[in-house]
């Protein structure tokens, strides 16, 4: 699976629950070699102070993060993610195999 790409969108807030669900696909796919992408958009920038989302960034995932809806939700730019919009998010759909929205 070397060279495969999966994107993931998560939109969701914390209480929706997805990140578990998430973490799992993503995990999943390093442990098979796969490139994950994580873009956390609308209220799934709310996740970015997660545990998981560190531990995600150490296992390779590349993360993502919306700049205008951290802005709308008042979270500070930081080394966290990669702060991007609708071209970066182009970008990633474009260049992955598979793409998920959570």
Do not use: W
Request: charged fraction near 25%; proline fraction near 5%; glycine fraction near 8%.
């Amino acid at each position: 699976m070397k060279n495969k790409k999966l994107g993931i969108i998560l939109s969701t807030p914390p209480e929706e629950k997805n990140l578990a669900l998430v973490v799992s696909l993503a995990t999943e796919a390093r442990r098979q070699g796969i490139g994950v992408y994580l873009y956390l958009i609308d209220d799934g920038v709310k996740h970015i102070d997660h545990p998981e989302m560190t531990r995600l960034k150490e296992t390779g995932v590349k993360l993502f993060l919306c700049a205008y809806g951290a802005q709308r939700r008042s979270i500070p730019p930081s080394d966290k993610a990669a702060f991007g919009g609708l071209v970066v998010l182009s970008d990633l759909i474009k260049g992955c195999d598979r793409f998920i929205t959570l």
